[in-house]
């Protein structure tokens, strides 16, 4: 008798067809949900980042305005700037 005929590919006793596929869709679900708060993560961080660069600018460029009649309100928002 070959060892081929021995091996079984279901560890799970006595389960049906119904029964495995409800097991492997609640994997996948698993496995589904638990890679999606790392992604929003990531993409919240990202978009945290670009919003403190362009309030940056924004800072930067007010201090330009504000260099030629108040060059100690430019120091000040530069400093703002430089704080992040």
């Known amino acids: 008798m ?8 279901n ?5 049906s067809y119904v029964a495995n596929v ?3 869709a609640r994997n996948l679900l698993r496995a589904l949900f638990a890679v ?8 919240k ?10 309030d940056r600018a924004a800072l930067l460029s007010m201090a330009r305005d504000f260099e ?3 060059p ?9 700037a430089s704080r992040g």
């Open 11 to 15: 560890t799970y006793q006595d389960r």
């Open 68 to 70: 030629a009649f108040s």
């Open 72 to 80: 100690s309100q430019a120091a000040e928002l530069r400093y703002l």
């Open 2 to 9: 070959s060892t081929a005929t021995n091996i079984t590919f």
């Open 36 to 43: 999606q708060p790392a992604r929003a993560a990531a993409a």
């Open 45 to 54: 961080d990202e978009m945290i980042s670009r919003d403190l660069a362009r």
């Open 22 to 24: 409800a097991h492997a």
